[in-house]
């Protein structure tokens, strides 16, 4: 599951603000490997599990434990079931390598070989092709919350593709779109490769089961949770540009149809087996597809083509029982067959009828097969024009009279949205809704021209052989109730009929709502809707003469401009836009990249690579790579050519035992060096740790193993943390791993507090803040190796030269006491101050507090309080150190021991301040003075 990191302490913070100032990471090397070409077939039905496979699920991640799993609901929302959770665990732990965004290349001719080796296949395509190709994410970058790492450069995600096919695709969501209104093909050198709508896009049947199963294996490994649903709340991750949470694929249905009807085929398998060969892990959505249905609570289908025969029938079928089977897929006719012996297994899938049109007869979207003829032309929005291929139908033409006057139409071409005046066959017409009636009007009418409305202007809204009407008070009408008499106010399509012989219209209840618009001439002549049972029976007109609106004919006169421009791989908008306001809209094809090659030749250690970069959008990709050139030479133990150091007798070094950057300074909490690797070292070796040996003149030699803390998720931290004597001394910092019992040895480095803030402070002397730490730090080792004689024939200040006044040149004022309140069965007899590392006020107590929990906070912020039962056990005395960060010597600390929530000590207010006021004129006085200066400089520092 996505792990939410801790962060840690505010001292690495102020780690982290120091290096990003004055240090430069070093960059990861990717591990080499070995790599072969891909043997499968595209669609030759792979009948069994390859070796890699059947070893790659042991333990309790067989399929028969996994499969056993409580598999969830069908809410792509929800992941939190066992089964989402043992198989995204085991693609996670796996993965034991990650690929560059750039390297994906490299990878693909091994990955997506074409015969072992004669070209790559091109998704969509499905075939070779010398077009120019583009990194496919296939789950789209703007629906996730990666860009180009993590599930971003993932091989069992990306695929290579033709750059004006990937462009094609774009975003949009994967469906079922062929036969719709609207929809149209996309064709690459006479290849139908995608169709489309404005918002779905639909793959050939031969791909199909691949996009499904890399959605599938992208929603789970990634924990990407808007597979088939929208979700509320995209997270937009560290490695993301944009997340706007949309779906990839229209429904759960449409996601197993296509792993239904495209199985996996022994190039998937293959693929999957070169993939787990580079990165440590599978797809096991295609070694079992079964999981597919099983992880959304959903039966698997009864004869399903599966490697692992789990879901299915497939287990021998008939036939010759010796056979090892090749099994190709089943078709729409035929069974799924033994392209060896001939068996057959299952039963065939069936056609996937698309409906006829008016340009071919009910056609199989999946083997092309046809049934019937063609069917009549559409024309839903009765423009006179096919919807499907355009013909016209004949011209819907207005009726002939000056505008602004109302014409009888003849026709039910000419019945088109405007404005009318209905008249029934008695003389009137609806007026407005008034009360649950039509009022009715009587307008004058003279030859096929209305001369007088009498207000009954009604607004008819026409969509196909449905209009809705709406009174000139935009009140639309709709019947009370669907099949009794009445009308009231409310949104409604009536269907018309048009009388060719009369040239009148009827308006009728959609469906079965049995009712029509008529007038009762007994009641006023008032129009509403009665039963079709009621009109037929007499003396309620229905059928109505409606005069239309006769509007100035306006020319378009388009002015085209290009509204987004294109890109190399993204379609650009050209508009055009009438005065009047019309606009439509042509797509500009992409421009296409165009790369530079830059050629980095290669070393004694480094292979070379040529680098292409398109000079348009900057996109860059690495290929043509070249073996290094041989060993090194090394002259007086450093290598001629690249400079690497001649290894030492000892343990077997390793080269990727490196840090990520030299020995950096803590100075917050404490005065330490620290360092960083990858976290990845971590599952490596069995053992990693750091020695770090520190020469004191006066104590010799000391060695401290250091363990890594996790930090930030992918990196691991190794501190050292330095007396405040020992700023001079120099520290050795060696990386070692263990694995099988053998002792690797990595990178070192060799410095000390003081050549590290030497180093720092040039590079940060504009910034005076960074300066005064560094230089007030150095002061306060040199004040307590003066006072305590300790090495001080040499001091860490002694080089400072032009830094030195850079420092706090006064003596900080010391003003504040300590207080308490209250009293407790637990009396505080001393209370002083120890520097070592860290800052400590150290509280003795008459004996044994180990029953109490010690609480101390600055604020808000907890302390860090630790029992020392050793210091002052010759007089019968505990002690409690509690930690005080350099920042904080000028704040309070709140202090008592508890027993559970009641306290058993005065609540005390103490600070270093308070503590070490009286013996600025002591013996100690310098320690004293230098102390605070450092830790007003860390508090001004922090404090912004």
């Known amino acids: 599951m996505k792990t939410i990191l801790k962060r840690i302490s505010s001292g690495l913070l102020v780690l982290i603000m120091v290096l ?164 149209k093909t996309y064709t690459y050198n006479g290849t139908d490769v995608l169709y489309r709508t404005s918002t779905l896009c639909e793959v050939n049947d031969n791909i199909k089961g691949d996009v499904a199963r890399i959605f599938l294996y992208v929603w789970c490994r990634w924990e990407e949770p808007n597979l088939f649903k929208d979700t509320p709340n995209p997270v937009i991750g560290a490695n993301d540009s944009a997340n706007d949470g949309g779906k990839v694929i229209e429904s759960l249905d449409t996601l197993l149809q296509w792993c239904e009807i495209d199985p996996v085929d022994s190039w998937e398998m293959s693929r999957n087996d070169k993939v787990q060969d580079v990165q440590g892990n599978r797809n096991v959505f295609i070694d079992y597809p079964e999981f597919a249905w099983l992880i959304f609570g959903r039966d698997v289908p009864s004869g399903y083509n599966t490697p692992s025969d789990n879901g299915g029938s497939a287990s021998g079928g008939s036939g010759s ?77 207005p009726p002939v009279g000056e505008a602004g006057s109302y014409v009888l139409i003849t026709s039910a071409n000419q019945f088109t949205t405007g404005q009318y005046v209905m008249i029934a066959d008695k003389g009137y017409g609806p007026g407005v809704y008034s009360s649950g009636w039509l009022t009715a009007v009587r307008p004058t009418v003279s030859g096929n021209t209305v001369t007088d409305t009498m207000d009954a202007v009604w607004t008819l809204t026409v969509n196909g052989t449905s209009v809705v009407l709406t009174d000139s008070n935009g009140i639309t009408v709709k019947p009370k109730s669907g099949n009794t008499n009445g009308i009231q106010n409310g949104a409604y399509n009536w269907a018309w009929e048009f009388n060719t012989s009369e040239g009148t219209f009827i308006f009728k209840g959609i469906g079965s709502d049995t009712t029509t618009l008529a007038s009762n001439t007994g009641s006023g002549n008032q129009f509403r809707a009665y039963k079709n049972t009621t009109v037929a029976s007499g003396n309620y007109p229905y059928n109505f003469k409606l005069y239309k609106l006769v509007e100035e004919v306006h020319e378009h006169s388009y002015k085209e401009e290009v509204t987004t421009k294109p890109t190399c791989t993204t379609p650009g908008v050209k508009t055009f836009t009438c005065d009047c306001g019309e606009s439509y809209t042509e797509e500009i094809a992409a421009l296409g990249h165009s790369y530079k090659a830059v050629v980095t030749a290669p070393t004694c250690v480094d292979g070379g690579y040529t680098t292409y970069t398109c000079t348009a959008c900057g996109d860059k990709y690495v290929a043509d790579q070249t073996e290094p050139t041989g060993e090194h030479t ?61 020469i004191d003149p006066v104590k010799g030699a000391t060695t401290t193993k250091l363990t890594g803390m996790p930090y930030y998720g992918v990196y691991l931290l190794f501190d050292q943390q330095i007396l405040s004597w020992s700023m001079a001394e120099e520290v050795t910092l060696t990386m070692y791993g263990v694995k099988d019992g053998v002792v690797y040895v990595g990178q070192s480095y060799t410095a000390s507090v003081e050549s590290l803030a030497l180093s720092m402070l040039p590079k940060n002397a504009s910034n005076a803040k960074v300066c005064r730490i560094l230089v007030d730090m150095l002061n306060y080792g040199a004040a307590v190796q003066t006072t305590f004689n300790h090495n001080a024939d040499y001091l860490p200040n002694t080089n400072l030269g032009e830094y030195a006044n850079m420092g706090t040149a006064t003596d900080p004022e010391m003003s504040a006491t300590n207080s308490s309140s209250g009293s407790g069965s637990v009396s505080i007899l001393q209370t002083s101050v120890s520097m070592q590392s860290k800052v400590e006020i150290q509280l003795a107590f008459t004996g044994d507090i180990s029953a109490y929990t010690a609480k101390a906070t600055i604020g808000s912020k907890e302390l860090t309080c630790v029992v020392d039962a050793d210091t002052y056990a010759a007089y019968g005395m505990t002690a409690i150190r509690i930690a005080i960060g350099a920042a904080n010597m000028r704040d309070t600390v709140t202090f008592a021991l508890y027993d559970g929530e009641t306290p058993v000590t005065a609540v005390q207010s103490i600070s270093v301040e308070a503590l070490v006021k009286n013996l600025t004129t002591s013996a100690q006085g310098n320690v004293i003075l230098a102390m605070m200066r450092y830790g007003d400089a860390v508090a001004a520092f922090a404090n912004g």
Request: hydrophobic share 30%; charged share 15%; glycine share 8%.
């Open 20 to 183: 990003s100032l004055v240090l430069t990471v070093l960059p990861v090397k990717t591990q080499a490997v070995s790599l072969t070409y891909n043997t499968g077939t595209r669609h030759d039905y792979n009948a069994v599990l390859s070796d890699q496979a059947l070893a790659y699920y042991t333990g309790n991640n067989t399929w028969d434990k996994l499969s056993q799993l409580e598999g969830g609901t069908e809410d792509c929302l929800d992941m939190s079931s066992d089964m989402f959770y043992a198989l995204n665990m085991l693609m996670t732990d796996t993965m034991e390598n990650s690929v560059s965004y750039s390297s994906l290349p490299d990878y693909w001719k091994y990955t997506d070989a074409s015969d072992g080796s004669s070209g790559t296949i091109w998704f969509y395509l499905d075939s070779t092709d010398s077009g120019a190709m583009s990194r496919e994410h296939v789950w789209p970058k703007s629906h996730a919350s990666f860009h180009e790492k993590d599930g971003g450069c993932d091989l069992h995600h990306l695929r290579p593709s033709i750059s004006n096919i990937n462009s094609s695709r774009g975003n949009l969501i994967m469906g079922n779109v062929q036969g719709t209104s609207g929809a």
């Open 321 to 397: 029982t010796s056979c090892t089977h090749s099994w190709r897929a089943a078709t729409c006719t035929a069974p799924m067959t033994c392209s060896k012996c001939g068996a057959t297994s299952g039963s065939a899938l069936g056609h996937t009828w698309v409906a006829a049109t008016c340009l071919s007869p009910k056609t199989c979207s999946v083997c092309k097969a046809t049934e019937g003829t063609t069917a009549a032309h559409t024309d839903k929005n009765s423009d006179d024009t096919c919807d499907v291929c355009g013909e016209d139908l004949g011209t819907s033409t």
């Open 634 to 694: 090394y002259v007086d133990g450093v290598c001629s050519v690249c400079g690497a150091e001649e290894p030492v007798v000892g343990p077997e070094t390793a080269d990727d035992l490196v840090f990520l950057q030299a020995p950096s300074l803590s100075f917050q909490d404490y005065i330490g060096m620290q360092l960083l690797a990858n976290g990845s070292l971590a599952n490596t070796y069995d053992e990693l740790y750091v020695e770090a040996i520190q």
